[in-house]
Structure formats: structure tokens, C-alpha cells
């Protein structure tokens, strides 16, 4: 027990004599030179302090430290600082299934006021936000305060707005029609076409306020082609497409959809064809010319689009224009789509019109045909054996007329729209061969149409 007591002991005089070198005695030299200093030269240090100069100076130099000093202490207490939190969302609580809320913003802008360090830690602290409470309030107006939740209770906070108008309805639900619109539709390959789309649902509920339900027109599921992942020809699911209702102008309708997506199965198809390629002049050429030749680089061509359009395009015509054209010419005709047609398998074409002398030949006898008449309904008979045959006169190269063949000629009547009664109606002619020219000698028949 005594060696432990000496232990002590010896441990209490070593730290004793340790502050006793380090400190106390290095301390007690420095307060003795320090009196001495000013025993030696105390009126050398009066007369310093006693001028004016020295007071004014030392007078400055302690008003400036204190005001240092006083400055920065009330920055501590008083540096106050401001930062808006922009679009901060906004919830309301009340009843989703049985109310309508309108005129509360999606978002406010928040501004908080305190030490930066505060506003600091409260932007990293989560907080529950703005929000509203409407429960127990009736279909109306009503003026509502907002609040916004935040842990640090050091900071003072604003909202713009604070308060708002809202309006309560009570919600109502009613079944609507599906349909489809088709979005970015050109973004497509144009050799493929979207023949058909089935939904998984046909009808859907639309909810909302009674006066916003009135103006719904349509419900349309918007079906992306953006959304397509590698389309080809056969059939494609969708997951989750979008639903969107419109009123009668077409502008969207802010009102809740059950459901707000539905599946769609896309049948997509190539419809194609290989048509002739026909070449049509148009315009009159100079005085006693005529076309002796066509020819083109290609004589047909694959067409892609609708299936009903694909199926009944026979040809496809190419205008060209020959008006006062004397001499040969060559053609590069870019090619136009026709209504349904969405691909072509050539876009531009070459055509090589020949041009020679104008010759004329009538061919006699040719008998006139009815086209357009309801056959169901009426009989039509010439007056006279006059008004049943014409003379077809045809202009053109000498070539062509000499290779024409006189069954290709057709004249006829078009006789849609006339009901029964006696008519004089005006002779058309027309010809297989493009590059010529046909006419009838007698312009103008007479005929009685009869009901059956």
C-alpha cells in the first residue's frame, strides 16, 4: 500500500515540477522584466502617452477595433438571408372518390428566411411539403390557406400564393366509347401500313364534374408509332397505351379515365402490286405536229399503301406536258403518289417524246356506245339510223395512223344524270393510242331514253 502511496506522490512532483519549468517560472521573468522595464522608463512612457497625437491615434485605433468587434458580433445575430424554393408541388386531402377539386395549383414558390445554415440544412431535410386540408367541406367555394411543413422551426417561411379560391364538386362517372388515333403515322417505313388495331376494351368510365363530362366528345387511345421496336409486316402488342379525352373541337378534356391505359394489338401489312406505267400528254402541240413516239426507261413499277387503294390502281399515269412542243424531247418526271399509295418502288422517270409531220384519217362507220345511263331503270334508242354511227377522224403521225388498229376506237355518249325524254347529246371518242388525236365528225346525237 505505501509503494502505491510513493507512486502517487512521485507522479503529483514530477507534473508539479513540470508546469513549475514550462510555465509558472517563465511567466513570473516575463512580469519582472516587464516592471522593471517600466520602473527604468516611466516618464519616458508619460510624456508618449500624455500628447495629444498619441491619444487621438490610440483613441482611433480602440474605436476601430471596437466597431470590428460590435460589427461582427451583430452579424452573428442579425445576418439574415432569403431563398425561394420554386414549383414546390401541392396536395390537397379530401375525398378523390366522391369529390372534384378546381382552382388549386399544381405547385407553389416557397420563400424561406434565417441564417444561411438553416436554409441550408433545411433544403437537405425532408420535409412534407405544401398542403392543404379540405376535408369536411361541401360542393362550393371555398378560400383555403396553404401550409407548408418544415421541420426547422428557426426559419421563417412565405408562400406565393398562400391563400387560394377553390372550387368542390361532387364527382360523377359515365361510360364512354373507345377509339383510336394513330400518332407521327408519316414516321412509318411507307412500305408498311397499319391495317388494323383491336383494343382490349371497347368502352371505358370517364369521372369528373357533371359540366366537364358534358363536353366530352370522344375517348381516343393514342397508339405512337415512336413507340414501335423494329415494325415489320404481322402483329405487334402494346402495353399501356395511353388514353386522352377531347370535346367537339378537339382540345383535351382534364377529366379522370378508368383505366388510364389499355393494351392494343397492331396487324401491320405490305400491301404491293406491280402496275403499267402510262403515259399521258397533255397540252396541244404546234400547229401540224404530232407525237410518232414514247418511250420511257421503265415500263411498270411496285406501288405500296392501303390495301383497298393497291387493289385498285391498274396503272399508273405519268403527265407529261407537250403544249407547242416541235421537236423531239426528252422528259425526267418525278413520280406523284396517288390517294392511298404511300411507297414507290422508282421516284423519277425518263421519257423520249418523238415528234413528226401531222397526218389525218377519218374512219367511217363507227357505231356509238351509252355509258353512264342506270340500265336497271331505262332503255335508250337513237332517232335515226344518223344519230347511231359516226365518222371518227384521227390526227396524228403517219407511223401511228398506219398502225391503228380501227377496233380500238370507241365513241359514246355519257348519258349519267339524264333521266327519261328525248336529248341531243355530244359525241366523245377516245382511242388506245395516247399520242393521237380523236375527234367525231358529227358533234352531236339525238336520242330518247325510255323507263324499262
Same mark, same amino acid.
Given at each position: ?18 508546469? /513549475? ?65 420554386? $414549383? ?13 377539386? !378546381? ?52 426559419? /421563417? ?31 412509318? /417505313? ?56 377531347? /370535346? ?83 422528259? $425526267? ?72 388498229? !380501227? ?46
Amino acid at each position: 500500500m505505501k509503494k502505491i502511496i510513493n507512486s502517487f506522490k512521485n507522479l503529483f512532483r514530477h507534473i508539479g515540477h513540470f508546469f /513549475d519549468k514550462l510555465l509558472i517560472t517563465p511567466i513570473t521573468k516575463i512580469i519582472l522584466r516587464i516592471s522593471d522595464f517600466f520602473k527604468e522608463n516611466g516618464k519616458g512612457i508619460e510624456r508618449f502617452f500624455g500628447k495629444k497625437s498619441t491619444l487621438i491615434i490610440l483613441s482611433l485605433i480602440l474605436a476601430f477595433g471596437v466597431f470590428v468587434l460590435i460589427d461582427r458580433e451583430s452579424n452573428v445575430m442579425i445576418d439574415q438571408y432569403a431563398e425561394i424554393l420554386y $414549383n414546390q408541388p401541392v396536395s390537397a386531402i379530401y375525398n378523390e372518390e366522391l369529390y372534384v377539386v !378546381e382552382g388549386l395549383p399544381k405547385a407553389v414558390d416557397i420563400t424561406l428566411v434565417g441564417q444561411k445554415r438553416h436554409i441550408f440544412l433545411a433544403k437537405q431535410a425532408p420535409a412534407k411539403g405544401v398542403s392543404v386540408d379540405l376535408t369536411g367541406l361541401k360542393p362550393g367555394n371555398h378560400k383555403v390557406t396553404l401550409k407548408y411543413s418544415q421541420r426547422l422551426k428557426s426559419l /421563417d417561411y412565405k408562400l406565393d400564393p398562400s391563400t387560394v379560391t377553390v372550387t368542390i364538386y361532387e364527382k360523377v362517372s359515365e361510360t364512354k366509347s373507345l377509339t383510336v388515333d394513330i400518332l407521327h403515322k408519316d414516321n412509318l /417505313d411507307s412500305k408498311l401500313y397499319i391495317d388494323d388495331i383491336e383494343l382490349d376494351r371497347s368502352d371505358v368510365i370517364v369521372k369528373g364534374a357533371e359540366y366537364k363530362l358534358k363536353k366530352v366528345a370522344t375517348v381516343k387511345a393514342l397508339v405512337d408509332v415512336d413507340n414501335f421496336v423494329n415494325p415489320k409486316a404481322g402483329t405487334m402488342n402494346l402495353k399501356d397505351v395511353p388514353l386522352v379525352a377531347y /370535346d367537339t373541337d378537339g382540345k383535351i378534356v382534364d377529366v379522370e379515365i378508368v383505366p388510364k391505359s389499355v393494351d392494343a394489338k397492331v396487324v401491320i401489312t405490305s400491301p404491293s402490286k406491280e402496275v403499267p406505267v402510262k403515259i399521258v400528254p397533255k397540252g396541244n402541240l404546234a400547229f401540224g405536229k404530232a407525237i410518232s413516239s414514247i418511250n420511257t426507261n421503265i415500263s411498270s413499277i411496285t406501288v405500296y399503301g392501303e390495301k383497298a387503294a393497291v387493289e385498285k390502281l391498274d396503272e399508273l399515269e405519268v403527265e407529261i406536258d407537250v403544249k407547242d412542243l416541235s421537236r423531239d424531247k426528252e422528259f $425526267n418526271i418525278t413520280l406523284k403518289k396517288p390517294n392511298g399509295i404511300t411507297e414507290l418502288s422508282v421516284k423519277t422517270i425518263n421519257v423520249k417524246v418523238g415528234i413528226d409531220n401531222s397526218i389525218t384519217k377519218e374512219f367511217k362507220n363507227i357505231h356509238i356506245v351509252t355509258e353512264g345511263l342506270n340500265n336497271h331503270l331505262y332503255t335508250v334508242q337513237a332517232l335515226s339510223e344518223a344519230d347511231s354511227i359516226v365518222t371518227v377522224v384521227v390526227k396524228g403521225s403517219e407511223n401511228s395512223i398506219k398502225s391503228l388498229d !380501227e377496233s380500238t376506237l370507241k365513241a359514246y355518249i355519257d348519258l349519267k344524270n339524264y333521266a327519261a325524254g328525248e336529248y341531243e347529246v355530244p359525241v366523245k371518242v377516245d382511242g388506245d393510242d395516247l399520242t393521237l388525236d380523236y375527234s367525231s365528225k358529227t358533234k352531236k346525237v339525238r336520242v330518247r331514253i325510255t323507263p324499262k
